[in-house]
């Protein structure tokens, strides 16, 4: 099986068998659902996904180029897809990649972050304090996913899941919350 | 602050629970103000919620898999990443099946070398971080010569008959259902046990965890009358039967003679067909044939009225269409059912045009 680094270099060198099979066929499912739910109105398919594989390989890759691996890269593809989707639909797009803006942006975000006491008022409003449990000691603690997995007694497959589920809660609270206090 | 500083991979790192503290509250702050991360995030939850019906938006030859009896091609549980060195793998919790086989292993008083054992089972890709498919977990007793069976949807009377005739028995289950002190996050197999007795008037039934019993000590010093091998523990059938369900009821067997063999192919009834399949059927019908043709001619072999097996003639070595109805109807079932397992299994026959 391939690993992401495998098919991150298979889609730089435009590999056509890595192209076919994971952008056009394995990402197909993913691509419809986000233009299902992205745009109120029939759009071509092939039209839609040909641009996003163009912007994904702009600038000789460099987007691709770019990945760090700090995530999975489903999960980027799905992101980058989203979020291209929705400047596509709002006549947003803007052609230079802005990946390293992005990063120096990033940081001089540190002074406005979310005040603890805010992020703790979100974890008490998500109604699995387990899942709790797992963000504090991943994300605030970075504590290996394996060794917590071990300390939770549970394979590492399920805490896998278990992350994402918790996350995906997390989401959902913080979301709700933006909607309850607007 | 705008969500436009984030990028997408500390957004997608955020997604996956990989972020540090300060890409989450950057996220968290962000959706306070930013509408289109927002959207963003929204699309993403309803993915992961509708990920189970992504498929069916696409055009299949198949009828809608959430109306199919499926019994999804499992594998256990296990971490997930690169696969590791062998000496690597006693480090990850993924090696419930094959401390199973190599408890029976000595329990048949084989002698076996554990290093070899590791790297047989590693290199044939029976011992994977990411989750040892359910087929995989017996192999190594077959590649030790021993004779082993795998039947999904087996019952408490098969596990019986077998334990009659001095079987061992491995059977794959969701432990967090069998222990029901533990969380259940996931309903998915994600541990294998052998079974060495069943009580059917008392209702329970007696196991041998290698989780139990296992220290990484005991791997690297193996010894055939190590007593923490032994380690059995008993449990209500009831329970036994909630948590071996998830794994649709797998059951690998390893047989002590030949004659104990009964074969039990996976039920496939169920499974409806449409028209596209049938035609496919057709196709691989002849082409199963021409397959089983050439490599007869390839070997010497010609046409006869009659099979002769010392002038190497054969009466079906005739173009499919020429062919009697009842080979054809041979190569014709094997199609099919080859078809049909494929759906049961869990896996969609997509048609190219469709991608």
Redesign the interface.
């Known amino acids: ?1 391939m ?1 992401d680094h495998d098919i991150v270099q298979g889609l730089i060198c435009r590999d056509e068998r890595v192209t076919r099979e994971f952008f ?2 394995r990402c ?3 691509f ?3 233009i ?3 745009f109120p109105y029939d759009v071509d398919y092939d039209e839609v996904v040909n641009e996003l594989y163009l912007y994904l390989l702009a600038d000789d890759g460099a987007r691709l180029r ?3 691996f ?3 890269l489903y ?2 593809i ?3 897809a ?2 291209y989707l ?2 596509k639909r ?1 006549r947003l797009i803007e052609n230079a990649s ?2 390293t803006l ?2 120096e ?2 940081s ?3 002074s ?3 005040a603890r006491s ?2 703790e008022r ?1 974890f008490s409003l998500m109604p699995n304090q ?1 899942y709790v449990h ?2 504090r000691r ?3 603690e ?1 504590q290996k996913p ?1 060794q917590l ?2 300390e939770m ?6 805490l ?9 809660q ?3 609270v ?2 709700q919350d ?1 909607h309850r206090t607007r | 602050m705008n969500s436009q500083w984030l990028t997408d991979e500390q957004l997608a790192s955020f997604l996956d629970c990989t972020t540090n503290e300060e890409g989450m509250r950057c996220v968290l702050q962000s959706l306070q103000t930013d509408t289109s991360l927002r959207e963003t995030l929204t699309v993403a939850l309803r993915l992961e919620e509708d990920a189970q019906q992504q498929s069916s938006s696409v055009s299949t030859l198949n009828p809608q898999p959430s109306t199919l009896p499926l019994i999804p091609l499992l594998r256990l549980a296990a971490d997930k990443g690169e696969l590791p060195a062998a000496a690597d793998i006693l480090q990850t919790r993924n090696l419930c099946g094959w401390l199973c086989e190599l408890y029976i292993l000595r329990r048949r008083g084989l002698d076996v070398d554990l290093k070899q054992l590791l790297t047989t089972a590693v290199d044939n890709g029976w011992l994977r971080p990411e989750g040892t498919p359910l087929h995989a977990i017996g192999q190594l007793l077959a590649h030790q010569g021993l004779l082993v069976t795998h039947t999904y949807d087996a019952t408490l009377d098969d596990i019986a008959r077998a334990l009659a005739l001095n079987n061992d028995l491995i059977v794959c289950v969701d432990s967090d259902k069998l222990h029901p002190g533990q969380p259940d996050e996931e309903d998915a197999p994600n541990h294998a046990l052998v079974v060495t007795g069943l009580d059917l008037a008392a209702e329970t039934i007696t196991l041998y965890d290698p989780a139990e019993s296992t220290t990484d000590s005991t791997l690297e010093t193996p010894s055939k009358d190590d007593s923490s091998l032994l380690t059995e523990s008993s449990f209500p059938l009831s329970l036994f039967q909630y948590a071996w369900h998830e794994s649709h009821n797998y059951l690998v067997r390893v047989l002590r003679n030949v004659s104990e063999y009964a074969p039990q192919p996976i039920d496939l009834q169920d499974i409806p067909l449409t028209h596209d399949l049938r035609e496919l059927s057709e196709a691989i019908a002849e082409n199963a044939h021409d397959l089983w043709a050439a490599a007869r001619q390839k070997e010497g072999w010609t046409y006869g009225p009659q099979r002769d097996d010392t002038h190497l003639r054969h009466p079906d070595l005739v173009p499919y269409c020429a062919l009697p109805e009842s080979e054809k109807e041979y190569d014709r079932l094997m199609a099919l059912n080859t078809i049909k397992l494929v759906q049961k299994l869990g896996f969609q026959i997509i048609q190219s045009s469709s991608l």
Do not use: H
């Open positions: 099986m690993t056009f066929q197909r499912p993913l419809m659902s986000i299902q739910q992205v770019s990945f760090g700090r995530c999975s999960q980027w799905k992101v980058i989203i979020r929705i400047k709002d802005q990946e992005y990063i942006r990033a001089e975000s540190e406005a972050m979310m805010d992020v979100l387990r797992v963000i991943l994300v605030l970075e394996e997995a071990e007694n549970i394979t590492a497959a399920n896998y899941n278990i992350r994402r589920r918790a996350m995906a997390l989401t959902r913080a979301l933006v």
